[in-house]
């Protein structure tokens, strides 16, 4: 176990709606990441958080958005679903480079 | 394009043989190089960091980095049935004057008794 978990496991929505994918850190780690992980693809980098700030962020349109909190806890946030957002939802906390994982929330788009 | 490539596998092979994973990634100017094991349904989980050239140890876990040539490889010695899985490569490759951590699609590592 890794120390960070992430709510829900599993979502079903349907096309246009809005999710909210929440990811709580491991004790003592100021950053989090976000990553978007198809079937049969690696992890593809979403955004990172680092002290409330974001600190990086890939190819992802602007309808990914995300949070970090005082306590280091994260939202990442998709507005207007689309059939291709369905995916496993991977969050990481890290203090330095290495980064630790989240279970994961598996989104499933209709 | 950024990249890191892996070769999907599947790799298979016999219990107690080692088990040779490569990755290779498209800027020199890349640091912090990682390995994650993956299971089916489940979240990667860190096997070993390298930073610098050279050979890095733990256990039966070996990573190589070979900046020069822009691959970075992991070997596992006295391979087990319960290592099989995918693994991930994961390098923090340069942009913007940031590093952005990219990881390959995996390779696919089936250790049979």
């Known amino acids: 176990e890794t120390g960070v978990t992430q709510s829900p496991t599993h979502l079903i929505k349907t096309r246009g709606q809005q999710v909210t994918l929440r990811c709580s850190s491991q004790s003592g780690h100021n950053t989090v990441s976000w990553y978007q992980q198809a079937l049969g693809q690696g992890p593809q980098f979403i955004f990172q958080?680092?002290?409330?700030?974001?600190?990086g962020r890939g190819n992802f349109p602007p309808r990914f958005s995300g949070l970090q909190f005082p306590n280091y806890s994260s939202e990442l946030n998709v507005n207007a679903l689309e059939l291709d957002d369905s995916a496993l939802y991977l969050c990481a906390s890290s203090q330095q480079e290495t980064q630790y994982f989240g279970p994961g929330t598996r989104l499933l788009v209709l | 394009q950024k990249e890191v490539e892996q070769n999907s596998g599947p790799l298979s092979v016999p219990e107690g043989a080692i088990a040779s994973l490569n990755c290779t990634y498209s800027d020199r100017g890349s640091q912090s190089f990682f390995w994650y094991r993956q299971y089916s349904g489940k979240s990667p989980e860190l096997i070993m960091f390298?930073?610098?050239?050279g050979d890095k140890e733990d256990g039966r876990f070996t990573a190589q980095l070979n900046k020069a040539s822009q691959y970075v490889s992991l070997l596992i010695r006295d391979s087990q049935p319960s290592d099989s899985a995918t693994y991930l490569c994961a390098v923090n490759l340069p942009s913007g004057g940031s590093y952005i951590p990219t990881f390959g699609r995996g390779t696919s590592l089936i250790v049979h008794p």
């Open positions: 390298i930073y610098s050239n």
């Open positions: 958080y680092y002290r409330e700030e974001e600190n």
